[in-house]
């Protein structure tokens, strides 16, 4: 890093922005914070629309032979709705949440790489609008989030073209997030902040670093190969030229099971969070929810094959990964049984979040069982590509991910916003999304095992389960309710002017508690030292000889903040080339989809913002 | 309210000791590996597998691939000779041998230009009517190594291209060292390929 | 918290009520039918128990903690601030370990039960198009009495003999040679299942070819479908299994020996001159299909020599009745218009060709 003195005074190619505020400055952002909220708005509208064709597939299966939706139009919305939930609801809503809070809790001043930050964020987006466009250009990706070939990639519409390089785009927006959030966690800890007095959320954090950096490479190359396929007629997974299907699912299969503890490890986080503050004692068995966290990050790169049972790998490899996907379950029930023993004996204050958390443990619990029947691979003969398989992954990923992420946004509001969410209406939606989401996929397992094939627009009311799917599109329904009473309370909460009567709400436990709210652009007037794990617990709470805790005299602690010192705080200023280069990216993808030219302009726009990037200086003059 | 001036950061303190940037590098080659990994596999899962011709041995020049391979890892060398002058702060030197680097990277890349040309014309495509799986994986294993070669030629001229100017921080050997990484893992990438791809003899196909 | 539990546990009690005892679901895979649909069942059920003793003891827990220590208005308590118990922690490790090892005692000894393939069961070849099943009998007391004798083929429904081991070998071919309607055919991946008869193993294109070795328990009609998305028309690729007793068998595969049964009624008659294009009118349809014994010989659409026997209960993906002479009509107008992305093309057939082919159709006993 360049010191003061070493560093040439003199200008970037263009004046480097200084604003911090104002609508232009959101362009510009490098603060991680701002950048949490980009992620957090954008994954939401993305979760609205995600939503939107939930609903939609829900209306279309609530009848038999019904004709609300063609079967293209139908494919092309379940295959959008996987695409989006994952890619652009869960992984950037669970960016948000690291983003904005992982310097917090290690308290440090941003992430290691600030506009690389940026960049990630921005080549999500335009990631994400670059597949959304699709559907005005000829067609939405239609086949499946799974993408099988040959399927995949002689399907004449033009979908799984966008669909190839879209999830290229937004696979470097991850890659690059995860090297920064890696490197900022692993080596911008505060003085005193070991690893082991770090929050668990921190450690679930980097635990899906790690699995981003090491699955999206092999997907990465598995799209290249379909892209080269669907464009340019090479023979990847052309049978007739003695390409193999398979291929393809064993290198997707190797990102997208991580990619499934990518989805859920943050909500672990965030559940492992609010569970002790809401409970009002630590978190039980800290080490073992940690390394049980890295052993499901290890595991889970030995496991993907259990989602191929039933493609004929024969019976070695079947009992290879039946056994691996058994063993999976015991540091993920490790977890579980850590949680219960946090609520044991604690005083449990039954607010949104803490209903959220608990709500997602329980749900997850269930997701869980259902994914244990799914590792007797026999049974799985069965179960798989089922309405089964269905109701166990939207039991994990919405039961746990998503009542975890509703947790986060009910806990975290105040800080960010410094506002505190409607508590009655936050209860309502909380009982009215339980209530519909069981109601929603409860039956699923229903009509799974009852005979439902996953993935068809249709059913025939001789299958005899026109009932469940009934009950499954009210429980759709309930859901966007309660996602609207969500979005009612947050646009009502932030009409009101900004200001906490107290800003530590929750008697929290972790350092983001020790800011102000929303905390100021440099995080912290001085880099906190650490003497112990829930520091910001121990400044206020000291234990008595018989281990009871009782309230540190006010001052006594160092937590208040000093409004007097004079400090020269370093921070690196706005940028917008971030910005620049990441748009150059999709511009590739559309020119790989119609024109050289295309490729050509795009690879010069990101060149470009890359030199500008390389050569403005740290600050602004 | 702390005032917040705007002067360049002061020198880097971090938790492990190693500077933010060479741990980024190492995790992000490390994720290389994987990537190269995945497209070295889908090589050799393919091998002998085309169903058509031309195959591998009708078309390598193993003579001619050895040079340049040679070429390569000579770049290795020079991007080493340059570290040393960075580190003696012989900056002219320095610009020198990564100068060559980009010198001999780039002959690299035109020797592979050269070789997939001529293995065109002799019929072996990536994709479309009449090209085989070993054209395929072929070009799309090396070609993405030669994308990356590219990259690195890319870095080293930004390198010796902002020393002249004066747009190095002092300590111009950190950016070279940087740099150095990652060129040679692409290097130690293209040993893994070229005895993969070209040295470890392909099952010819009966009749041929 | 109260509701919440009563909730998922009445959930988890009605699934298994509804699904043991239901009679009306004719793919439900807790009814099975055959030893393999049953082995799967047997599995599940095993399994289930000690899941649910989990689902209890967890939920039941979390309920229960919640109740007993939750926060109560005016009562102001720290509580003991405990961080861990490093016995319960093995203790919870080990146990469910254990609970998970002997789970995959009988998982493993069944994945290679169901993986063996016994030299004496009848061999069948499944073959998967988009979107329609075929099936070819390749056992050699299986053959054709005509022509060059090849086996027995059928599309839309399987039939077997009631209580005989059947071997599937499973392959995914195109559509077949061309199509005239501007999509092309395709391999893809399919995969067959019959949940009441077997559990699904997909359909690979390429040289990779899966098996499933399964009987039917009594004779009746099982109900399948493609299990393994393959495009537009993936949620109506359907099939039937039909088990025939010893003598019903019997009968059927003398029946599929024999050539097509040429007609005499004289609508029928003009259906198959305008099949075949013998008056120079029409004879697009043997372009991809095949009439038994004739030289219509194409497999790039179902085999209709004995397209209105009495097993050959369903057509077009088993997704119309072959009885339904209304929607016979219908896909012969205009396939795309009752299954959007049908390989068959609209010929443009007036009303009076289409009756003129149905009842060739039906001729074809």
Known sequence: MATAASVPAHRGIIRRPTATTGWLSWFTTIDHKKIGILYGVSAFAFFLVGGAEALLIRAQLAKPDNTLLNADQYNQIFTMHGLTMIFLFVMPMSAAFFNYFIPLMIGARDVAFPRLNAFSYWLFLFGGLFLYSSWFLGGAPNGGWFGYPPNSTTDPSIGMTFYAIGLILTGIASSAGAINLAVTVINMRAPGMTFFRMPVFVWMGLVVQFLLAFSLPIVTVALFEMLFDRRWQTNFFEPAAGGKPLLWQNLFWLFAHPEVYILILPAFGIISEILPVFSRKPLFGYQFVVFSGIAIGFIGFGVWAHHMFAVGLGPVANTAFGITTAIIAVPTGIKIFNWMGTMYGGDLHFDTPMLMAVGAVSMFVIGGLSGVTHAVVPSDYQQTDTYYVVAHFHYVLFGGAVFGLFGGIYYWWPKVFARMLNEFWGKVQFWIMLIGFNLTFGPMHILGLGGMIRREYTYPASLGLTFWNQVATVGAFLIALSVLIFIVNAIVTQLRKPGLENEDPWDARTLEWTTSSPPPVYNFEEIPVVHALDEFWHRKYAEDKEGRLIRVPAGASDDAPDTHREHAIHLPSPSFWPLVAALGLPVIGYGVLYSWWLVGAGALLAIVGFIGWAMEPPVAD | MADTTTHAAPAEHTSTGLPSTKLAMWIFLASECLLFGALITTYVLYRGSSTTPPYQHEVFDIAYTSVSSFVLLASSLTMVLSLVAAEKRDFARMRLWLVATALLGMTFVGGQVYEFTSFYHEGLKIGGPGSNLFGTTFYTLTGFHGVHVTVGILMLLSLVGMSWAGRLPDDQAFPVEMVGLYWHFVDIVWIVIFTVVYLIPQPKPPGT | ?365
């Open chain 3, 1 to 365: 918290m109260r509701t919440k539990r009563w909730l998922a546990f009445g959930l988890l009690a009605v699934t298994l009520l509804l699904l043991s005892c239901s009679k009306d679901l004719p793919q439900n895979t807790m009814n099975p039918a055959g030893p393999t649909a049953q082995t799967e069942k047997n599995l599940l059920v095993l399994v289930l128990w000690p899941a649910a003793l989990v689902f209890l003891i967890v939920e039941g827990g979390i309920l229960l903690i919640s109740i007993r220590y939750r926060h109560r208005k005016g009562r102001d308590r720290m509580p003991a601030q405990l961080h861990g118990h490093t016995r319960l922690e093995i203790g919870w490790t080990i146990a469910p370990a254990i609970v998970l090892a002997v789970i995959m005692v009988p998982t493993v000894s069944t994945i290679w039960q169901l993986a063996r393939q016994p030299a004496d069961a009848m061999q069948i070849t499944v073959e998967g198009y988009q979107w329609w099943w075929g099936f070819s009998y390749t056992d050699p007391d299986m053959q054709t009495a005509y022509g060059d004798h090849g086996p027995i083929m059928t599309a839309d429904v399987m039939v077997i003999p009631a209580g005989r081991t059947i071997d599937l070998s499973l392959t995914s071919l195109g559509g077949g040679a061309h199509s005239t309607n501007g999509i092309p055919d395709h391999q893809v991946i399919h995969s067959f299942w019959a949940p009441r008869l077997f559990g699904k193993q997909d359909v690979i294109p390429g040289d990779q070819t899966n098996h499933i070795v399964f009987s039917a328990d009594e004779p009746g009609t099982y109900y399948g479908q493609c299990a393994e998305f393959c495009g537009l028309q993936h949620g109506r690729m359907k099939f039937r299994i039909v088990a025939l007793d010893a003598a019903g068998w019997q009968h059927w595969v003398e029946a599929q020996r024999q050539p097509a049964a040429t007609p005499t009624e004289q609508l029928a008659k003009q259906g198959m001159d305008l099949f075949f294009g013998t008056n120079g009118e029409g004879g697009q349809c043997i372009q991809c299909h095949s009439i038994g014994g004739t030289d219509a010989a194409a497999t790039a659409a179902p085999n209709l020599t004995h397209f209105a026997s009495e097993t050959h209960q369903c057509f077009a993906g088993c997704d119309f009745e072959t009885t339904d002479e209304a929607a016979l009509k219908a896909w012969l107008a205009d396939p795309n218009a009752v299954k959007l992305g049908a390989k068959m093309p609209d010929y443009g057939l007036t009303p009076d060709q289409i009756d003129a082919l149905v009842a060739y159709l039906y001729s074809l006993k």
